[in-house]
């Protein structure tokens, strides 16, 4: 029988490519984000390359009941859910503390923490009558370190970090692995171009190292899901090889591609 994977934030990015890989490897999908057109052609592009099947579901995380009635009205067989990826999430904005825009502060807690949460709460009673199942979030490096003018950015992905350790607590007993990846600058997103509010100058901050790519990211992703289940991979930490810290960058050129 081919394995669930439900996947949040998979219109672009990290999720996108999570979401092909996993299609790839013959499991199933629900993809979910706000950008309903992006949905269909994503499950019609990967149904027909790889003769899976996939849910869409077009909802905003940051509404609590948006989050539940998307999961309560999944058909039965999209209920079974092996894996959850939490990945839905965003940087707004680049400013010290005093200066920093405060839509911008609640749209990043009310997504990357909030929004995290309400999915989770929908998804993990499934996992705990079934008495397994798995949760990756997706964390970064903003999760361990603090950079300057990241602040809110960085205290969600805090958050996020300490959320994961608090729901292994919570699960680990219901047969339910609880882990994260955590990682740096990654391109082929639209994460620069989000934080910058579609200044395509400002997002221009690949141009001079080799990042991480989304697909490296789904990748990890992908070997915390293989693992036999007696194994529960906690976190991985990735930074492309021209990446140091979250400050440390070798911006002397693309090295690598
Ligand atoms: P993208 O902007 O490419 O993808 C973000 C995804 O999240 C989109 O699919 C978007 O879908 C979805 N999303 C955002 N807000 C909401 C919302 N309110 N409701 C539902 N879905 C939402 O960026 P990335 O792929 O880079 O980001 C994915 C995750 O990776 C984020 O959690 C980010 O913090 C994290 N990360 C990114 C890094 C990077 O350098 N790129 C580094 C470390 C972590 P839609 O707009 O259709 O709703």
Request: hydrophobic share 35%; aromatic share 6%; proline share 4%.
């Given at each position: 029988?081919?394995r669930?994977?439900?996947?949040?934030?998979?219109?672009?990015?990290?999720?996108?490519?999570?979401?092909?890989?996993?299609?790839?490897?013959?499991?199933?999908l629900?993809?979910?984000?706000?950008r309903?057109?992006?949905?269909?052609?994503?499950?019609?592009?990967l149904?027909s390359?790889y003769?899976?099947?996939?849910?869409?579901?077009?909802?905003?995380?940051r509404?609590?009941e948006?989050c539940?009635?998307?999961?309560?009205k999944?058909?039965s067989?999209?209920?079974?859910?092996?894996?959850l990826v939490?990945n839905?999430g965003?940087?707004?904005?680049?400013?010290?503390?005093?200066?920093?825009?405060?839509?911008?502060?609640?749209?990043m807690?009310?997504?990357?923490?909030?929004?995290?949460?309400?999915?989770?709460?929908?998804?993990?009673?499934?996992?705990?009558?079934?008495g397994?199942?798995?949760?990756?979030?997706?964390?970064s490096?903003?999760?361990?370190?603090v950079?300057p003018?990241?602040?809110?950015?960085?205290a969600?992905?805090?958050a996020?970090?300490?959320?994961?350790?608090?729901?292994?607590?919570?699960?680990?007993?219901?047969?339910?692995r609880?882990?994260?990846?955590?990682?740096?600058?990654?391109?082929e997103?639209?994460?620069?171009?989000?934080?910058?509010?579609?200044?395509e100058?400002?997002?221009?901050i690949y141009?001079?190292f080799?990042p991480?790519?989304?697909?490296d990211?789904?990748?990890?992703i992908?070997?915390?899901?293989?693992c036999?289940?007696h194994?529960?991979?906690?976190?991985?930490l990735?930074?492309g090889?021209?990446?140091a810290?979250?400050?440390?960058?070798?911006?002397s050129?693309?090295?690598?591609?």
């Amino acid at each position: 029988m081919k394995r669930l994977a439900y996947i949040t934030g998979a219109t672009s990015g990290i999720g996108h490519a999570t979401a092909e890989k996993f299609a790839r490897e013959g499991w199933n999908l629900v993809i979910t984000g706000r950008r309903a057109n992006r949905l269909s052609s994503i499950k019609e592009d990967l149904e027909s390359q790889y003769g899976i099947r996939i849910h869409i579901s077009e909802y905003d995380v940051r509404s609590p009941e948006a989050c539940s009635e998307a999961v309560n009205k999944l058909p039965s067989e999209f209920k079974a859910i092996d894996l959850l990826v939490n990945n839905a999430g965003l940087a707004r904005g680049l400013a010290p503390v005093q200066t920093g825009d405060v839509s911008d502060w609640e749209e990043m807690i009310d997504t990357n923490v909030k929004g995290l949460l309400y999915v989770t709460k929908a998804i993990a009673p499934l996992m705990i009558k079934r008495g397994e199942g798995q949760i990756i979030n997706v964390c970064s490096t903003a999760g361990k370190e603090v950079y300057p003018m990241g602040n809110v950015y960085c205290a969600t992905k805090h958050a996020v970090d300490a959320l994961t350790k608090g729901m292994r607590l919570d699960l680990h007993t219901h047969g339910i692995r609880v882990g994260q990846v955590s990682p740096a600058h990654v391109e082929e997103t639209e994460f620069a171009k989000v934080r910058f509010h579609g200044d395509e100058e400002r997002s221009k901050i690949y141009d001079d190292f080799t990042p991480l790519s989304s697909p490296d990211v789904a990748d990890a992703i992908y070997y915390m899901a293989q693992c036999p289940r007696h194994v529960n991979v906690q976190d991985i930490l990735l930074m492309g090889t021209q990446q140091a810290s979250s400050t440390q960058v070798d911006r002397s050129g693309r090295k690598y591609k």
